[in-house]
């Protein structure tokens, strides 16, 4: 069977690309996840929007990762704690269960109710899970010890798995309905004043949201220092019997892994085995992680061939917050959701929202401490 370089979820819808010059309240740079919330909160408020993707519909990261809904940051909560503040990592963690739960309800066809697991591998794992464990309990925050096929760990009931490509794919659809102008294929050249220049066409606009995970610290050099690229690396197989009913965290966080409905596993990872090479702005799939991946594949029990290979750019920060901040007049900046950015992003894309509407944001405030 021959194997497919691209990522197995697919929003199934084309856009065509700027060539004309046009005019905005706001254009909205990227098309994922975090863009297609803000945009969802500005035209219900009856904001002109034009939203542009280098590529199309959850054409970065957001098309291009694991399909976990997971609350919290990227940080495990007792980390966070320490890090934040116990009450403030509360409150963020409460946040993104208010999320998912808002996601379910936009999009329902795209999201499974699973819950997710964190399993750990060895003992030093083991106790870590213990002191998170111990943290979410005392913050009443929804978790279980767990012990089962996949090993040991937590359990966590709230989270969910989903289809990043079709949630993204219905998000766009509503948007164009309220009269949002989306275009693909229109690489942003150059973000000046309040212009924003593709190879064929430009948009004015009073505010600009640059709405990207990987690569943002390459559009604003501002950021450099405080925000990395990576290269995540991911696999699918084909179709088999049903093995696993819920997304996995294994390894730190390392490797994860969900089964979709139809069947196919697919499975990511393996960021530390690549190393320092690794740290690229390259989605070309490399051959180390690859291997370990398949050997991942098969170590968790699954024979099916793999059909699918992959790699996304996401962007780090030193430590784990994301970027959501007005980083020249004007011009906003959201990414660098450090790994886990489908429920953050989110947040920060309607956070975004609200601030250009005059609004208070209570995700921003707990992000800015």
């Known amino acids: 069977m021959s194997v497919i370089i691209a990522p197995i979820w697919e929003p199934r819808l084309v856009l065509q690309s700027l060539a004309s010059d046009l005019e905005a309240d706001v254009c909205v740079v990227g ?28 054409g970065g990261a957001a098309g291009r990762n694991g399909g976990f809904l997971l609350g919290g940051l990227a940080n495990f909560h007792h980390d966070a704690g320490q890090q934040l503040g116990m009450t403030t990592a509360k409150s963020i963690y409460e946040q993104t269960l208010i999320e998912i739960d808002r996601m ?36 009443g925050l929804p978790v279980e010890p767990y012990d089962g096929p996949e090993g040991k760990g937590l359990l966590f009931p ?22 949002a102008q989306l275009f693909g294929n229109s690489r942003v050249v150059s973000i000046q004043d309040n212009r924003v220049s593709t190879t064929h066409g430009s948009v004015r606009a009073r505010t600009v949201v640059v709405a990207v995970d990987g690569r943002l610290e390459l559009i604003f050099p501002e950021l450099a220092g405080r925000v990395r690229s990576a290269r995540l690396q991911m696999v ?3 179709p088999t019997a049903p093995t696993f009913s819920r997304p996995v965290y294994a390894r730190w966080g ?9 069947g196919r ?23 180390p992680v690859q291997s370990a991946l398949t050997a991942l594949v ?29 980083i020249r007049p004007g011009v906003w900046a959201i990414g660098a959701y450090s790994g886990t950015g489908n429920v953050i992003g989110a947040l920060c894309g309607r956070a975004v929202a609200g601030l250009i509407l ?7 405030a707990l992000l800015r401490g």
């Not at 994922?32 to 199309?56: N, P, Y």
């Not at 490509?165 to 009269?179: D, N, Q, S």
């Not at 005059?358 to 921003?364: L, M, N, V």
């Open 31 to 58: 098309l994922g996840g975090s863009g297609l919330a803000c945009i969802r909160e500005l035209v219900e408020s009856g904001t002109k929007v034009i939203g542009l993707d280098a590529s199309g519909v959850a």
């Open 104 to 139: 379910e309800r936009e999009t329902p066809a795209a999201i499974r109710r699973t819950g997710s697991l964190r399993i750990a591998v060895s003992d030093e794992e083991v106790e870590d899970c213990h002191k998170q464990l111990a943290a979410m309990r005392e913050d």
């Open 158 to 179: 709230a989270d969910a798995a989903f289809d990043p490509g079709a949630r993204c794919g219905r998000l766009a659809i509503e948007a164009l309905r309220r009269g």
């Open 236 to 238: 699918a197989t084909a």
């Open 254 to 262: 390392y490797d994860y892994w969900q089964q979709r409905s139809d």
């Open 265 to 287: 596993v697919v499975l990511g990872g393996g960021r530390d085995i690549g190393g320092d090479a690794e740290w690229t702005t390259s989605t070309e799939p490399s051959e």
């Open 298 to 326: 098969r170590a968790i029990g699954v024979g099916a061939p793999i059909t699918h290979r992959w790699a996304a750019t996401v962007g780090y920060t030193e430590n784990g917050i994301p970027v959501l901040e007005q």
């Open 358 to 364: 005059g609004q208070r944001s209570e995700f921003a």
